[in-house]
Nanobody
């Protein structure tokens, strides 16, 4: 059974940092395309960062230069290092694996496996 379990969320002040983790089981995360996306209250889901199976990365314009997606293959864990956090980064953050269709960053993207999310709150 595939499981993706996020952790590392919390409350920080603007300018602070957090590192999110997504522990994968039941799949070989090291060879899959995986992503972090977020959904703020009352807003559409948006992709934040993607780590392609070939190890290339892409980021939403809103987080470029501040967020870094990475993977520890030995631990089957995906990370999102978030620096210089802003209040507009406040959202529930989810990881997902196995890209099926749609642009990775859009609300219409489809992923086979998703986690339950971890809340990030950034205060000004």
């Amino acid at each position: 059974q595939v499981q993706l379990v996020e952790s590392g969320g919390g409350s920080v002040q603007a300018g602070g940092s957090l590192r999110l983790s997504c522990a994968a089981s039941g799949l070989t995360a090291s060879v899959m395309t995986m992503t972090w996306y977020r959904q703020a209250a009352g807003k559409e889901r948006e992709g934040v960062a993607v780590l392609w199976a070939n190890s290339n990365t892409d980021y939403a314009d809103s987080v470029k230069g501040r967020f870094t997606i990475s993977r520890d293959s030995a631990k089957e864990t995906l990370y999102l290092q978030m620096n210089s956090l802003k209040p507009e980064d406040t959202a529930m953050y989810y990881c997902a694996a196995f890209w099926l269709s749609g642009s990775w960053f859009s609300a219409a993207s489809n992923w086979r496996y998703r986690g339950q999310g971890t809340q990030v709150t950034v205060s000004s």
